[in-house]
């Protein structure tokens, strides 16, 4: 099985996943041992979940993966009672370990898709776990409280293995605990952020992900060298985290997509655009917690711009059956919140009118709710006919 060809870092959470798997594969990375990652979701391409040495892995390797993946997936679904078959997500899942296995990395940081005991990742023998943190998402498969979602991602961890942990809540901390004890596994705690350490990156939320990474590589490799942690620290690129795409006006885009993750950009915020008056334009899908994330977000915002997410795209994203909220209930949501807005049901329209906003305002376009949206945020920016 591929994913015995390589030493794995599970990462499971609710926020901060995709941040930490990219961090603690470059942490690796520096200290001399190849690493490939596998992340959720893409945006544009299914090869963009797959990284090599800090690079989206190439067409054709990824290509070869997918082809062995079919294959396979036509004998295993012949075998299948009527009405089963192999999910898209799992094809996805097994693509990337052929794929890691094949480049012959040493490490896999593997971020987990929704939960984990379910999850089509939770074939891994991993050494190490990581808990980034827990918030109140996917209730209607996972539970209804922190601790019921912890469990579920919890049950991914080995007997014998360690266990990194990150900031989570005291209930959560002692079922991981309990968890860990009950399997012989080691519990490392992340700690704080470093204060010495300068992160590229903006943002409390990312010195936060950077220590739960600093973590699972020592738990990995051992003792780490200081010079190489502080070099991974100044030069982190991470799409779509606070992410800043030229000026006149500034625009920022950032992956947050509930409540956790909206609190966190809101408080990073002012590292970036200090008191600049901030144009949001928002996509949310219909499962998410809207008043949730409109609330975190509204105090910051002079105006909103709510648009939605064609299904054709979320289809093609990773994410069939996935339904959009509409422009106008999402802008309803931001009335009741006392922020103004407006409705702009395209997308890249959307992102065209909140830089416009921002340009009269002499501020700031901030594009969120949602990982779909991002593309119309690089596509505009580096569009040549985009205005600026």
Request: proline share 5%; charged share 20%.
């Amino acid at each position: 099985m591929p994913q015995h060809r390589f030493a794995s870092i599970h990462v499971v959470g609710t926020n901060g996943k995709s941040s930490v798997a990219e961090m603690t594969a470059a942490l690796l990375e520096a200290h001399g041992r190849p690493t490939g990652v596998y992340l959720s979701p893409h945006t544009e391409r299914w090869s963009e979940r797959v990284r090599l040495g800090g690079a989206e892995i190439g067409r054709a390797e990824f290509a070869v993966a997918v082809e062995r993946v079919a294959q396979s997936v036509a004998v295993v679904n012949r075998g299948l009672g009527e009405g089963e078959s192999v999910t898209q997500f799992e094809a996805a899942t097994a693509a990337a370990f052929v794929a890691l296995a094949a480049a012959g990395v040493d490490f896999g940081v593997i971020e987990a898709g929704v939960g984990g005991r379910l999850d089509a990742t939770n074939v891994l023998p991993s050494l190490v776990t990581v808990l980034t943190s827990i918030g109140l998402e996917h209730t209607e498969w996972l539970g209804d409280t922190e601790v019921e979602i912890a469990a579920e991602k919890l049950a991914v961890l080995r007997a014998h293995s360690t266990l990194v942990l990150g900031r989570v809540a005291p209930a959560v901390r002692e079922l991981a605990e309990q968890t860990a004890a009950a399997r012989g596994a080691r519990l490392i705690g992340a700690g704080d952020p470093k204060p010495e350490l300068r992160l590229a990156v903006p943002g409390a939320y990312a010195r936060r992900n950077f220590a739960v990474a600093i973590a699972a590589a020592e738990a990995s490799l051992g003792h780490l060298d200081h010079d190489r942690v502080h070099a991974v620290a100044a030069g982190l690129e991470l799409p779509g985290r606070m992410q800043v795409l030229g000026e006149s006006p500034p625009l920022v885009v950032d992956a947050a997509h509930n409540p956790d993750g909206a609190r966190a950009l809101a408080e990073a915020l002012p590292e970036v655009v200090g008191d600049a008056p901030v144009v949001a334009c928002l996509a949310v899908l219909a499962d998410k917690d809207a008043a949730g994330v409109i609330e975190a977000l509204a105090p910051r915002l002079v105006l909103a711009i709510c648009t939605e997410l064609p299904s054709e795209r979320l289809a093609r994203a990773g994410r069939p059956g996935a339904l959009p909220l509409a422009a106008p209930s999402l802008a309803e949501v931001a009335d009741a919140a006392g922020l103004e807005a407006e409705t702009v049901r395209d997308p890249g329209a959307a992102v065209r009118r909140a830089l416009a906003a921002a340009r009269e305002r002499g501020g700031v376009t901030l594009v969120c709710g949602s990982h779909y949206l991002l593309e119309d945020a690089w596509t505009e920016r580096h569009a040549p006919s985009s205005s600026r």
